[in-house]
């Protein structure tokens, strides 16, 4: 079953439970995601971020994300993950997401309420829920150049308020792309977001949280918390292992079975952890 955001992080925020967004690359990840909330009965959330839209293009990603979540018996969201502006989230609504973000984090904060309202306008016009970012995600990554910045209680509240944005993602000591547990949560500062505003808070960069984390963040207004390089790492490290072990075999097919049966594995783990 296809649905926007909207309801579902709502929910997820006043339940004491998070929906986990998984950055997915292709039919492998994405059924593994489905699979795995299915046996949960959880919703299940398909996103696609910069690196994907680069590989495949939105309108291939939304024919196919879009038929594993009609044929699905949970509802799913097929969500485009740092949309850097109007033209991609466009690009992503046409094709037929059903959520985007636009990222305008790196902007003075009246630009990025400005652009925001914008993609917001097109985007609820077309039954699409939209996400924004205050304050800035950094990334573990030395190539990157985006600089990290603590989000602001005050400018959240007033980001909420002008924007209109479904679900509101905020910087509180994690980073993208992190490779170890070793991320510091900046508890106080979320309480002091989330005692200003009602919109439901998204958490980037989880892979470098601490499983103690997850399940402790699960119990804020917290409706989303994003998850990829740890996707990514199991099944790259699998199937290096697979090749390495069978020099003979060549069938790519065969290779992907143990990545993908490892991937479902990491993917139930956090579903568990957040409350699921």
């Known amino acids: ?5 909207e309801q579902m992080v709502k929910e997820a925020a006043i339940s004491k439970k998070a929906i986990p967004g998984f950055n997915v690359f292709g039919y492998e990840d994405a059924m593994m995601v489905i699979k795995a909330a299915q046996e949960l009965n959880a919703p299940a959330i398909l996103m696609s971020n910069k690196d994907a839209v ?12 879009r ?14 993950d740092h949309g850097g502006n109007y033209e991609i989230c466009a690009k992503a609504i046409a094709a037929g997401f059903t ?21 917001v306008k097109l985007a609820h016009a077309c039954g699409v829920s939209v996400e924004a970012e205050i304050g800035s995600v950094g990334y573990n990554d030395p190539t990157i150049k985006a600089k990290a910045i603590y989000t602001d209680p005050q400018e959240a509240k007033r980001f909420a308020i002008e924007t209109g944005v479904d679900a509101l993602a905020v910087a509180v000591g994690t980073l993208h792309r992190m490779q170890k547990q070793n991320a510091k949560i900046q508890y106080e500062l979320l309480e002091e977001i989330q005692n200003v505003t009602d919109i439901p808070l998204v958490i980037h ?23 990829g390089t740890a996707l990514r790492m199991t099944f790259g490290n699998t ?35 957040l409350g699921w």
Request: proline share 3%; aromatic share 8%.
């Open 1 to 5: 079953m296809l649905v926007n955001m």
């Open 67 to 80: 038929a594993l979540g009609q044929d699905a018996n949970i509802p799913v969201c097929v969500h485009l």
């Open 239 to 273: 199937l290096r292992e697979e090749i390495n072990g069978n020099t003979d075999e060549f069938d790519r097919i065969k290779f992907f079975k143990k990545p993908m049966k490892q991937v479902k594995e990491v993917i139930l783990d956090k579903y568990k952890l």
């Open 205 to 227: 960069g989880s892979t470098g949280l601490s499983n103690e984390d997850l399940t402790k963040l699960s119990h804020y207004h917290i409706g989303k918390i994003n998850i």
């Open 99 to 119: 959520s985007v973000m636009y990222d305008g984090s790196q902007l003075p904060i009246d630009e990025n309420i400005s652009n925001t309202k914008e993609v």
């Open 54 to 65: 680069a590989h495949m293009d939105v309108k291939y990603q939304a024919a196919l994300y």
